[in-house]
């Protein structure tokens, strides 16, 4: 069992920057897959960055790649999203999600254990 809580969102102008944080807990969080997604009102739930056990392997949206990075520190249980360049179109609710293996990595269905979420919200 993995429990997870983001924070870090807040209210921003575009082109600044911010960093989310999702805590886990739990033994196990070393030998999981960790994702962000994003849901915009009205719009699904959407894949934005996904990085492997270890920290070596990340995968990005291509609407988020080279703005975001995702990193994690194994020894504090924390997975982090840096966003930089933020846009009005970033306005969402984001959320951390785990689970065990590094396949299907856009696919919010794959993911076993997810966040409550937190806010960001990108204005012009």
């Known amino acids: 069992q993995v429990q997870l809580v983001e924070s870090g969102g807040g209210l921003v102008q575009a082109g600044d920057s911010l960093r989310l944080s999702c805590a886990a807990s739990?033994?196990?969080?070393?030998?999981?897959?960790m994702g962000w997604f994003r849901q915009a009102p009205g719009k699904e739930r959407e894949f934005v960055a996904a990085?492997?056990?270890?920290?070596?392997?990340?995968y990005y949206a291509d609407s988020v790649k080279g703005r975001f990075t995702i990193s994690r520190d194994n020894a504090k249980n924390t997975v982090y999203l840096q966003m930089n360049s933020l846009k009005p179109e970033d306005t969402a609710v984001y959320y951390c999600?785990?689970?065990?293996?590094?396949?299907?990595?856009?696919?919010?269905?794959?993911?076993?254990?997810w966040g409550q979420g937190t806010q960001v919200t990108v204005s012009s």
């Open positions: 739990g033994r196990t969080f070393s030998s999981y897959t």
């Open positions: 990085i492997n056990w270890s920290g070596g392997i990340t």
């Open positions: 999600a785990a689970r065990r293996l590094w396949t299907s990595l856009t696919l919010s269905r794959e993911y076993d254990y």
